[in-house]
Nanobody
Framework: QVQVVESGGGLVQPGGSLRLSCAAS????????MNWYRQAPGKQRELVAG???????NYADSVKGRFTISRDNAKNTVYLHMNSLKPEDTAVYYC????????WGQGTQVTVSS
């Protein structure tokens, strides 16, 4: 069983930045595909960004050029660096680890508001 724990959410003004962290357990972390999803009130959960074990990345069109996903295998951690935040980025952000099956964290709230 892989444990996934997110941190780093909070309240930020439009145009601001936040860094989310996601720690996942397991000695095979470097082999996990890691993803960030988000779910806004009344909307479906959507994929925001993903990073494969080999380092390749993908992003939703809505966050390209503003968000960056990275990983530190020595720390079993993946990060989501979010810049130029907009009110429409407000959501609960979930970390997902995939290795044979999917594992989810509990989510962290990001609110972008003045």
């Amino acid at each position: 069983q892989v444990q996934v724990v997110e941190s780093g959410g909070g309240l930020v003004q439009p145009g601001g930045s936040l860094r989310l962290s996601c720690a996942a357990s397991g000695r095979l972390f470097s082999l996990y595909a890691m993803n960030w999803y988000r779910q806004a009130p009344g909307k479906q959960r959507e994929l925001v960004a993903g990073i494969r074990s080999g380092g390749s990345r993908n992003y939703a069109d809505s966050v390209k050029g503003r968000f960056t996903i990275s990983r530190d295998n020595a720390k079993n951690t993946v990060y989501l660096h979010m810049n130029s935040l907009k009110p429409e980025d407000t959501a609960v952000y979930y970390c997902n680890a995939y290795y044979n099956e999917q594992y989810w964290g509990q989510g962290t709230q990001v609110t972008v508001s003045s």
